[in-house]
């Protein structure tokens, strides 16, 4: 498993251009996805399942979001997370990966 997170980090995330992102005046990231398709307009109409949901990052979620630019792998988004948190990135690389994990299952990023 180690070989695959060393392998993993130098993967490019790209932003998927179907979600929408703004960032607060503190800095705070929340992702805009829309909710299209068939069974979402269903839910829409029967559970008032919204037309839009908001997704809020955490502290290093809402620093790393802007950086994600097709040009930066994991390192070096790890790199900069960690001169920017210092310590409280730790445990950085495991972490990092895993939120790129999460954030590709969900459709919010891929990689090149």
Request: proline residues 4%; without cysteine.
């Amino acid at each position: 498993m180690k070989n695959k997170k060393e392998n993993y980090i130098e993967k490019v995330p790209v932003i998927n251009q179907n979600i929408g992102w703004s960032k607060d005046e503190n800095g705070a990231v929340t992702l805009e996805i829309e909710n299209k398709g068939v069974f979402n307009r269903i839910a829409q109409k029967l559970f008032r399942k919204p037309k839009i949901s908001y997704i809020h990052l955490e502290e290093m979620g809402s620093f790393v979001w802007p950086l994600i630019d097709g040009k930066n792998d994991i390192f070096e988004l790890g790199r900069k997370a960690k001169e920017h948190f210092g310590e409280k990135a730790e445990p950085l690389y495991p972490r990092l990966v895993k939120y790129f994990e999460i954030l590709e299952s969900y459709k919010f990023i891929t990689f090149k």
